[in-house]
C-alpha cells in the first residue's frame, strides 16, 4: 500500500471524480425506473391502450423494449417499475438506495414501515440481500401477528400447509472410509453426524464395509455392539436405509427463539456435542418483535413437558446451524411434531 502521505492530490480527485460519476449514474438509474413505471401508469390511466392490450400490456411491452433496448425489460421488472411509481407516486424518484435496494422494498406496502426500512439499510448500509431478509422477516411477523389475532375482517385465517416429518431410528449409524491422498487405506469409521466419528475396531471385529448401515446397542455387560438392522421396515412397508440415519436424543439447554434450539446432543458410544438446531422448513418472527417473543414462549411451554426430545438433522444453514425436525412428548407421553405443532398454532411461517 502507499503511502497516504505521498499519494499525489491528482489521485485523490480521481477517485472523488469516479466516485461522483458513479453516484450521479445510480441516481440516474432509479430516477429512469420511476419514470418507467410513472409512463406505464400514466398510459394505463388514459384507458386506450389499455383497452387495446388488456392483462397483456406488460407483456407486449417487455417483448418490444427488449428487442429495442436489451436486456433489463422483462415482465417482472416492469412491474416492479410501475408499483416503484405507484409507492411514491407524489413527489421525485427517491435517490438514497440503489434501485435493487428498493426493488426488494417494494412488497412493503406501508409507507411508514417502508420507510423505516429504508433508514436502517442507510445506517447499517446494508445491500440488497440484506434488505430481502429484513423484507422477509416483516412478512413472517405481519403473517403470525394475523394467525395470532385474526380480525372479523379477514376471517378465519385458512388452516396451514403442514409438514411432511422425517423421523429416523435411534442409534443407527453409517460405515464410511475416508480416501487418503497416500497409497494407503483409511480406517473405517462410524458417522455419528455433526461432523463427530468413531474408528469402528474400537468398537467390534466384525467385518463392516463403507457404506453399510448398522446400529449400535449396549450388552448386558455396557459394551456396545453392532449389527445390521435390515429388513428394518417402516410402518409403510419399505425397508429403512438412509432415512434412518442421523436421529439423536436430546436435551434442550437453552430456546433461543421459536424456530432455534441450543441442545446437548447424545451422539452414542458415549459421546455428546452441543449444537444449535434450527427448525427445518419454517419461519417464526424475530425475536425483537412481540410476536418472537411469543412464539419463543410457546415452545419453552412444549419443551418443559419432555425431558428430552428426539431429532433427525439435516444438512447445516448459512448460519452454521443444523435444520432439524424436532419430537417431544406432551403431557399424556403422546408424541407431537413440534415443527408442525408451530404451524398449526400460528407460530410460524412455511418457508
Not at 410513472?38 to 388514459?46: A, S
Not at 433461543?256 to 447424545?266: H, I, N
Request: charged share 25%; with cysteine; net charge positive.
Amino acid at each position: 500500500m502507499p503511502n497516504n502521505k505521498l499519494i499525489p492530490a491528482s489521485y485523490k480527485r480521481l477517485v472523488s471524480d469516479i466516485a461522483s460519476l458513479y453516484e450521479g449514474a445510480r441516481k440516474a438509474l432509479v430516477e429512469a425506473y420511476w419514470k418507467i413505471g410513472q409512463h406505464i401508469v400514466q398510459v394505463e390511466q388514459q384507458g386506450a391502450i389499455k383497452a387495446a392490450y388488456g392483462a397483456g400490456l406488460l407483456l407486449h411491452l417487455s417483448e418490444d423494449l427488449t428487442k429495442q433496448c436489451g436486456p433489463g425489460f422483462s415482465d417482472s421488472n416492469l412491474r416492479r417499475m410501475r408499483q416503484f411509481y405507484l409507492s411514491y407516486p407524489k413527489r421525485a424518484a427517491p435517490h438514497k438506495l440503489t434501485w435493487a435496494q428498493y426493488a426488494e422494498l417494494l412488497p412493503i406496502e406501508n409507507a411508514a414501515k417502508r420507510e423505516l426500512l429504508i433508514q436502517k439499510a442507510i445506517r447499517e448500509d446494508l445491500d440488497s440481500k440484506a434488505i430481502r431478509a429484513l423484507v422477509r422477516q416483516e412478512a413472517v411477523r405481519e403473517q403470525v401477528a394475523q394467525n395470532l389475532n385474526p380480525t372479523s375482517e379477514v376471517g378465519m385465517v385458512e388452516p396451514p400447509e403442514l409438514m411432511t416429518p422425517i423421523r429416523g431410528t435411534l442409534y443407527t449409524y453409517r460405515i464410511l472410509q475416508p480416501r487418503l491422498v497416500g497409497a494407503g487405506n483409511s480406517e473405517l469409521l462410524i458417522d455419528l453426524g455433526f461432523s463427530s466419528y468413531q474408528d469402528l475396531d474400537n468398537i467390534t471385529s466384525r467385518k463392516f464395509k463403507a457404506g453399510d448401515i448398522i446400529s449400535s446397542a449396549k450388552d448386558a455387560k455396557g459394551n456396545y455392539a453392532l449389527k445390521t438392522p435390515s429388513p428394518n421396515p417402516l410402518p409403510g412397508g419399505e425397508d429403512k436405509g438412509e432415512e434412518a440415519l442421523f436421529t439423536y436424543q436430546a436435551e434442550v439447554e437453552k430456546v433461543v427463539d421459536g424456530d432455534t434450539l441450543r441442545v446437548v446432543v447424545d451422539l452414542g458410544f458415549g459421546f455428546k456435542t452441543r449444537q444449535y438446531l434450527r427448525l427445518r422448513g419454517l419461519d417464526c418472527p424475530e425475536m425483537t418483535t412481540p410476536e418472537g417473543k411469543k412464539a419463543a414462549e410457546f415452545v419453552r411451554a412444549r419443551i418443559r413437558t419432555a425431558d428430552q426430545i428426539v431429532l433427525t438433522s439435516s444438512k447445516s444453514d448459512k448460519y452454521d446451524r443444523y435444520l432439524a425436525d424436532v419430537f417431544y412428548a406432551d403431557k399424556t407421553g403422546t408424541e407431537q411434531f413440534l415443527n408442525n405443532v408451530l404451524l398449526e398454532n400460528g407460530y410460524a411461517v412455511k418457508l
